[in-house]
């Protein structure tokens, strides 16, 4: 479908649009090189979208949450408590609460979140399932974002897990596995495939401590696509052949364990446009501005105000002229009063007009519920699937 037919579709600017097809592909190229053994969920904090979520959890065997606003959503689309994860620091106890009386599992992150859900557990005169979230003592190298390894607000350190399981089991709670999330935005295979196995070797170890057999180990995720020049999309081959490996070590070592793998951004990042249009064209001493409806109070990670130390600019092109002879050197601005706010950077574009529409590829993960959308007042961006 062409682009303007879909902003005509939408009705209005700026929007986000998400695509099934290219989520279906996703997750069958995942299923042709990742062993069937192997339990993929979707982290539902890369794309909250209820529409999206509906449609992945026919899909995948299982969504993690963050929130209980999330778990929530997840509930609403039909997820079955039973695949069902909940992850973060700092849950409040009327989230535990929800967790509890929804049966999902919990990854505890703290003492204080153990001793929170037996006495809920008990007041509910309900299980509370819970697996341990580790901070290991190593990290995944090449992230874009390390979640593990030094000091993090994540997890129990490693060196911890044994007197907080043997509180656990003291304390009668349902104890499943554990959880342990190296990092995020990673395009190396053998960076992935080296914090697997040291995954599985931490897991091995701390399985003896456990008060039941361990059922599952959440081996994370951390799966990157390519943003920049020069970025190669990551290979699946080499870690699906790690993955067997892993699977025929746990079916020795761990045979009572399921082996999940949890991705976010790798699973939608790709199949997602930020759509919004040119409201006028301005030259401010030689160089051209595009000033559109939209930026980074929608898409604050394409203005380079999410974790970039370097700003660099996302694939823009402008999205009803992609083939064209026209051509200049461009910024792409929005309506806020900062100069942060900025889609691209004095990039090679299309000649574009007032009406024009600009397109942000690779907007499918961290885009809208991102983004300080409530900056300034301007309207939400609409988000659409086709």
Known sequence: MALPRIAERVGRTPFYVYDRKRLAARIASLREHVPAQIHLHYAMKANPMPAVVAWMATRVDGLDVASASELKVALDAGAAP??????????????????????????VESPREVALLARLSSSLRLPARVAVRVN????????????????????????????LLQEIGRLRLVFEGFHIFSGSQNLSAASICEAQQQTMDLAIRLAQ?????????????????PYFPREQALDLAPIGANLRGLVERARREL??????????????????????????????????????????????AASGNFGQVLRKNYPVVIGNRVVGNEREVASVVGPLCTPLDLLADRMDLAKA??????????????????SPQAFLSHPAAVEVLV
């Open 136 to 163: 290991p003592d190593f990290e995944l190298k090449s992230s874009g974002m390390k979640m593990s390894g030094g000091p993090k607000q994540f997890g129990v350190d490693a060196e911890a897990v044994p007197e």
């Open 209 to 225: 401590h456990a008060p039941a057999p361990v059922r599952i180990v959440n081996v994370g995720g951390g799966f990157g696509i």
């Open 82 to 107: 039973g695949n069902v994860s909940f992850a973060g620091p700092g849950k409040q106890e009327s989230e535990l609460r929800q967790a509890v009386a929804a049966g999902v599992l919990v990854n």
């Open 255 to 300: 045979p009572d364990a399921r082996l999940v793998v949890e991705l976010g951004r790798y699973l939608v990042g790709e199949a997602g446009l930020y759509v919004c249009r040119v409201v006028e064209r301005k030259i401010s001493r030689g160089q051209v501005f595009l000033v559109t409806d939209g930026g980074l109070h929608h898409h604050l």
């Open 353 to 370: 007009e007032a009406g024009d529409l600009v397109a942000v590829f690779q907007s499918g993960a961290y885009g809208a519920s991102a």
